[in-house]
């Protein structure tokens, strides 16, 4: 038995197809279209998976940099002795802030990555649209 070709994982596909010459389709044509379907999927996963990977990144790096800035406090408030002052407090609140801002960061990026992968599924569709169109038109 014959080993699959990885570079086109259609061609066993194609050729069995093309054993049942069905009037009207033009089976190479069809079998393209799939491949480039695949193509587009493949496509969007590796933007959603760069993605993902890149809001982690950022994730794990505002993390340690909240979480330092917070034992950088907390060591004032022990070194110190004393009770928390207005500016102890106006330090805490500033770090919020800073991760609030930090987490519309991560929103706005896991938006953009969506969006990418949402316009390479999107151009696919509107692809096959035209393929399909120019496939079932009557051949003269």
Sequence with gaps: MERPDAANPFGDFTKMLEQFKLPGFDVPAIMEARRKDVEALVTANQAAMQGMQSLAQKQAEMLR?????????????????????????????QTLHK?????????????????????????RVEENVQELKTILQPKK
Excluded: H
Excluded at 76 to 93: C, I, K, R
Excluded at 99 to 123: G, R
């Design 99 to 123: 991760a609030l801002a930090d987490m519309q960061q991560l929103a706005q990026a896991a938006y953009q990555s969506q969006a990418e992968s949402y316009a390479v599924i999107a151009k």
């Design 65 to 93: 940099s909240t979480l330092s800035e917070l034992q950088a406090l907390a060591t004032q408030f022990s070194t110190g002795g004393a009770a928390p002052s207005a500016q102890t407090a106006e330090l805490v609140q």
